[in-house]
């Protein structure tokens, strides 16, 4: 799927990863996403997405 910040990548021949994750409703944090993809969270943006 792709969203509005991966349509910028793309435009702009940034190249990109998207990662996932086991999400925790109690935890949403950043920081803590940083974590789960083993990543420094100065190197993560993060963008949630949703399917209803």
Same mark, same amino acid.
């Given at each position: 799927m792709k969203t509005n910040a991966t349509? /910028?990548?793309? #435009? /702009? !021949?940034?190249?990109y990863q998207i990662l996932s994750y086991e999400v925790d409703p109690d935890d949403l944090a950043a920081l803590s996403t940083a974590h #789960?993809? !083993?990543?420094?969270?100065e190197q993560v943006f993060k963008t949630l997405t949703l399917k209803t």
């Open positions: 349509r /910028l990548l793309d #435009k /702009l !021949g940034i190249p #789960k993809v !083993g990543f420094p969270p």
